[in-house]
T-cell receptor, first 109, second 113 residues
Framework: AQRVTQPEKLLSVFKGAPVELKCNYS??????LFWYVQYSRQRLQLLLR??SRESIKGFTADLNKGETSFHLKKPFAQEEDSAMYYC???????????FGSGTKLNVKP | DTGVSQDPRHKITKRGQNVTFRCDPI?????LYWYRQTLGQGPEFLTY????????KSRLLSDRFSAERPKGSFSTLEIQRTEQGDSAMYLC???????????FGQGTRLTVV
């Protein structure tokens, strides 16, 4: 069965510190992984997807099929990164996502 | 705001009542999705439309739930005989193509008392 696990509900770091938000998945097929972000009082929006292999707002994520992980990283956190982050697995050829329960990132000044 | 629009933003209803939510996708987006998000959890897939055709329904969508997209534009989600367990945020999303980026609305928060 498909499953996405985000083990940390809350992650607090100081501004300028490195950040790693963990995501592990369970899926027998070829996975498509995404990170979505929700800033305070805003709608859920796409941050990045593994197939594009790009850096968005300084964030990167590498799909590790051996460890079934898709951790989100940023070398130097900024206060404006404070938000709720959801890892998502897309199954099939349309936008049917399995979301993790989310990690709240709090970047302290 | 030209994004996905949902109405109402908040709904409080008594147990046993029927409620209906509306979603207006981004124009020219022919794919539309409904998700449900309960407190402390990520969104869960409910159903998917291609134009007016409902192509997939989750087992979460019990007989009390019905979704329509009659003209392939806006969509409605109706819950009959609401229960306290239906309390959640109901999210709508749309995309231009099945695997293009999905844009989410701000959601309708339902509270069943």
């Amino acid at each position: 069965a498909q499953r996405v696990t985000q083990p940390e509900k809350l992650l607090s770091v100081f501004k300028g510190a490195p950040v790693e938000l963990k995501c592990n998945y369970s899926y027998s097929g070829s996975p498509e992984l995404f990170w979505y972000v929700q800033y305070s009082r805003q709608r859920l929006q796409l941050l990045l997807r593994h197939i594009s292999r790009e850096s968005i707002k300084g964030f990167t994520a590498d799909l590790n099929k051996g460890e079934t992980s898709f951790h989100l990283k940023k070398p130097f956190a900024q206060e404006e990164d404070s938000a709720m982050y959801y890892c998502a697995l897309r199954v099939g050829n349309f936008n049917k996502f399995y979301f993790g329960s989310g990690t709240k990132l709090n970047v302290k000044p | 705001d030209t994004g996905v629009s949902q109405d109402p933003r908040h709904k409080i209803t008594k147990r046993g009542q029927n409620v209906t939510f509306r979603c207006d996708p981004i124009s020219e987006h022919n794919r539309l999705y409904w998700y449900r998000q309960t407190l402390g959890q990520g969104p869960e897939f409910l159903t998917y439309f291609q134009n007016e055709a409902q192509l997939e329904k989750s087992r979460l969508l019990s007989d009390r739930f019905s979704a329509e997209r009659p003209k392939g534009s806006f969509s409605t989600l109706e819950i009959q005989r609401t229960e306290q367990g239906d309390s959640a945020m109901y999210l709508c999303a749309s995309s231009l193509a099945p695997d293009y980026e999905a844009f989410f609305g701000q959601g309708t928060r339902l509270t069943v008392v």
